[in-house]
């Protein structure tokens, strides 16, 4: 199976900065990566798919990169929102859909 | 607008079944993928598998054989069973609508706390 690795882990920044997660996968799964943002006590919430496509109405500060078998998610003048925790998937042909470890964004 | 809402027990015995339905609103059932997600407490997210409107699935394999998925297209409902349940499946359950290209999971519902426990 496809395994996900995501660092950091958790990572502190204050608003107005740029960050990048980044996401690697075990084998290449092409470009088939997706980015959810999570916040305490609600579902998960798709900003990228695709590796690099905004989902509708997610801001355009969010953005994907990569295809294979490194991927990066870049969050641009981060904003009091953005804190919360992201997650990598994959979905790449019938392989287990599996997420990374996830990512816990905190302010400085 | 497609909602998603989750129905079940919320209170497990070691050893039963889980039983879950999702009701989906706002949109047909037919055509897509229909997934479901856990979240143990304090921890990440876990892909429990998904099926198609159509009855094909595909599960993780660490839980394929105590998983099963099920649709009804008339009710616009999809469920989960997970059989010999034990405290590791605490979790919250979600279901998921799937993009058939991508794979993104787009609508999900709120959540739904099952403890396993005596």
């Known amino acids: 199976d496809i395994q996900m690795t995501q660092s950091p882990s958790s990572l502190s920044a204050s608003v107005g900065d740029t960050v990048t997660i980044t996401c690697r996968a075990s084998q290449s799964i092409s470009s088939s990566l997706n980015w959810y943002q999570q916040k305490p006590g609600k579902a998960p919430k798709i900003l990228i798919y695709?590796?690099?496509s905004l989902e509708s109405g997610v801001p355009s500060r969010f953005s994907g990169s990569g295809a294979g078998t490194d991927f990066t998610l870049t969050i641009s003048s981060l904003q009091p929102e953005d804190f919360a925790t992201y997650y990598c998937?994959?979905?790449?042909?019938?392989?287990?859909?599996?997420f990374g470890q996830g990512t816990r964004l905190e302010i400085k | 607008q497609v909602q998603l809402q989750e129905s079940g027990p919320g209170l497990v015995k070691p050893s039963e079944t889980l039983s879950l339905t999702c009701t989906v609103s706002?949109?047909?059932?037919?055509?897509?993928?229909w997934s479901w997600i856990r979240q143990p407490p304090g921890r990440g997210l876990e892909w429990i598998g998904y099926i198609f409107y159509s009855g094909d699935t595909n599960y993780n394999p660490s839980l394929k054989s105590r998983v099963t998925m099920s649709v009804d297209t008339s009710k616009n409902q999809f469920s989960l069973k997970l059989s010999s349940v034990t405290a590791a499946d605490t979790a919250v359950y979600y279901c998921?609508?799937?993009?058939?290209?991508?794979?993104?999971?787009?609508?999900w519902g709120q959540g739904t706390l099952v403890t396993v426990s005596s």
């Open positions: 998937q994959q979905t790449y042909s019938t392989f287990p859909e599996v």
């Open positions: 706002g949109g047909s059932i037919s055509g897509y993928y």
């Open positions: 695709a590796a690099s």
């Open positions: 998921v609508r799937r993009w058939s290209a991508a794979g993104q999971l787009d609508y």
